[in-house]
């Protein structure tokens, strides 16, 4: 299962920061499920999850760039 971090300030469904995991990923719909901050499941597509969500190894490259 893939690590996930939040970008988005502006979520209702998600906390910007937080690492959430990708619980399943339908390849035929090309569609991602996470579970959301109140335990639901929350189904979107992989478009979307690029303006919400980057990778956990991503987010680290981009927190040290920061110090550099």
Not at 15 to 41: C, H, L, Q, R, V
Not at 47 to 58: A, R
Request: proline content about 1%; charged content about 20%.
């Amino acid at each position: 299962m893939s690590k996930i971090i939040c970008i988005s300030k502006y979520s209702n469904r998600f906390t910007y920061g937080k690492i959430y995991t990708i619980s399943n990923f339908y390849a035929s719909s090309s569609i991602i499920e996470i579970i959301t901050d109140d335990g639901s499941n929350w189904q979107c597509s992989i478009g979307m999850l690029n303006h919400l969500f980057v990778p956990l190894d991503e987010w680290r490259q981009r927190q040290i760039d920061k110090i550099i």
